[in-house]
């Protein structure tokens, strides 16, 4: 079965990863299926940048680099939720312009409890 959603990817600095997804699963619970606070975290990596006048840092002369994570996460594609996962992400983001992408998606939704099913872990 499938269902409407959006998918929210963010990057986030490696040391805030844990603190911004426990606030927007509180905000938004991350439901995906029977589950909660479901999100995807990509391997870390690094994200370039240079901040220019008028940036809360100052215009600065090079560029640098953070290390951060690629999270992503879905929630039902009704914009009340997703503002308010956006918010709640935003708010303990610690910087001053995160990068998030929103996508409209379909995501799956199981339909059955596969209880016969081999290949599933439970009948193993």
């Known amino acids: 079965m499938l269902e409407p959603a959006y998918l929210v990817t963010m990057h986030v600095p ?31 990596g ?4 240079r901040p220019l ?26 914009k009340v939720i997703l503002k308010k996962a956006l918010d709640a992400a935003y708010f303990v983001h610690s910087y001053e312009e995160p990068v998030f992408y929103i996508s409209e998606v379909w995501r799956t939704k199981a339909t059955s409890p596969d209880d016969s099913n081999p290949n599933k872990w439970w009948n193993q």
Do not use: C, I, M
């Not at 690094?46 to 940048?49: C, I, V």
């Not at 840092?57 to 992503?72: F, I, K, M, Q």
């Open 46 to 49: 690094l994200e370039q940048y």
């Open 14 to 44: 490696n040391a805030d990863v844990d603190r911004v997804l426990e606030f927007v699963a509180k905000e938004v619970g991350l439901f995906y299926g029977k589950y909660d606070n479901v999100a995807y975290l990509d391997a870390a």
């Open 53 to 78: 006048e008028g940036s809360k840092g100052g215009a600065l002369d090079s560029t640098w680099r953070e290390p951060t994570t690629r999270v992503h996460f879905s929630v039902p594609r009704d």
